[in-house]
């Protein structure tokens, strides 16, 4: 049984207090409510994950992440951060390859495959975000972008590293827009995926693999996203800031 995951991606919002007294919520909602074994996992800002790990301490349904990391070790790179960093504040996870630090950062798959051996060699768990824009998906290239991005990312890996890491299929054209992809739409994607892990690596690696949906996930269409077969869970862009929507979101789980 493959791990169920609900991660919320913060994104830059929220200022240091605002984001612990979001979080404080959260955990004192998480343990009354969530009674299943899923993870819910907060993707915070820096500034706030040595907080948020504090906070979290007792609470193991709720796990720390960042958002992003540098692909050195260490280094003359100011104003970035490195993995064995973020692991030293007890953060657990580390989002990857989000469409925004693509589109506006410039990362490619080249660049993305040398941050998530460096994630993995510091024993955080890599959320590796995988997906489609608009244009791709009108000019029917979307399973073509997508098996280049797992190909030129994460396919490198070793079957014993593959299985350390979580997937996030985020169609562009869903993030931040209200526009959700259908359950079935998302469904094919997440299909085609776990084919082409099974292909590459073998079934058993690819029915083990967490993938996550991610564009417009909200309480109301959850529930449908998370029941299709090949859906672990989601990662939550705007309705993780809200703590009543998360943890519904959550508890699509139960
Ligand atoms: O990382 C989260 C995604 O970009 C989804 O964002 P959204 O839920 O605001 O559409």
């Known amino acids: 049984m493959r791990k169920k995951i609900v991660a919320g991606n913060w994104k830059m919002n929220l200022d240091y207090n605002e984001g612990l007294a979001l ?18 996992v ?36 100011t104003g970035e951060i490195s993995a064995k960093m ?17 589109q ?16 993995l060699k510091h024993d955080l ?22 098996k280049t991005q797992l190909v030129e990312g994460i396919f490198h890996l070793s079957a014993e590293d593959f299985g350390k890491l979580v997937i996030a299929y985020e169609p562009v054209w869903a993030i931040g827009t209200g ?3 259908t359950s079935a739409q998302a469904q094919e994607i997440h299909d085609f995926i776990r084919k082409e892990i099974a292909a590459k690596y073998n079934q058993a690696v690819a029915d083990a693999t967490t993938i996550l949906y991610g564009g417009s996930c909200n309480p109301k269409n959850a529930a449908e ?12 862009g705007g309705a993780s800031l809200k703590s009543r929507d998360f943890l519904d979101i959550v508890k699509t789980f139960n």
């Open 225 to 236: 996203l998370f029941a299709q077969a090949d859906i672990d869970g989601g990662l939550i």
């Open 42 to 77: 907060i993707c915070s800002p820096f500034i706030h994950i040595h907080s948020l790990v504090q906070l979290a301490k007792g609470y193991h349904k709720v796990a720390v992440g960042a958002q992003n990391a540098h692909q050195a070790e260490s280094g003359a790179y």
């Open 125 to 146: 768990t890599p959320i590796f975000c995988i997906g489609e824009t608009l244009q791709e998906r009108e000019a029917e290239t979307h399973f073509d972008v997508i």
């Open 179 to 181: 526009v959700t992809a």
């Open 104 to 119: 506006y950062f410039g990362e490619t798959n080249a660049l993305l495959a040398q941050k998530t051996d460096t994630v």
């Open 86 to 102: 973020i692991k030293s504040t007890g953060a657990a996870y580390v989002i990857l390859g989000h469409s925004e630090r693509r």
């Open 23 to 40: 979080f404080s919520e959260i955990i004192n909602m998480v343990n009354d409510e969530i009674t299943g074994t899923q993870q819910a």
